[in-house]
């Protein structure tokens, strides 16, 4: 199973791709619940350097809702973790990554959750596309 649901952004700089990031969750019903610049942080508290890096927590209260009426624990899996990251491999190209949904069925063994799991994918797609770039469904 692919961990993330990908794309590669080329013709874009990293904080507006962080912004289109944002918008595109939104359109499908994400808020943006916690922002984690894992640059700063490591450069904080151990002083190590590293390519921008942030990790948005995205959340769709309805599709939340529904996943922890079938198991109370899946708030562990959740919110959706997006990451927006330079791309050392080639540079001046932004990757965006989602959280793969069907991870939480998986992990879980909870035959339940395919159907939030299902819908949750199909959002995020729809948010990975509509950022452009090059898109695979891969780690």
Known sequence: MNIALSTTLTDTDFDTAIDN??????EQGFGVLTEIDMQATLK????????????????????????????????LLLPCNVVVRENTAVVGSVVVEAMNPAIMVEVTGEPELG?????????????IAALGGTGSDHA
């Open 115 to 127: 159907a939030v799991a299902s819908e949750a994918t199909a959002k995020l797609q729809a948010a």
């Open 44 to 75: 904080a508290k151990l002083g190590e350097d590293m390519e921008r890096y942030v990790i948005l927590g995205a959340c769709n209260p309805g599709l939340a809702h529904r996943a922890v009426g079938v198991m109370k624990q899946i708030g």
């Open 21 to 26: 990031t944002r918008k595109a969750l939104s």
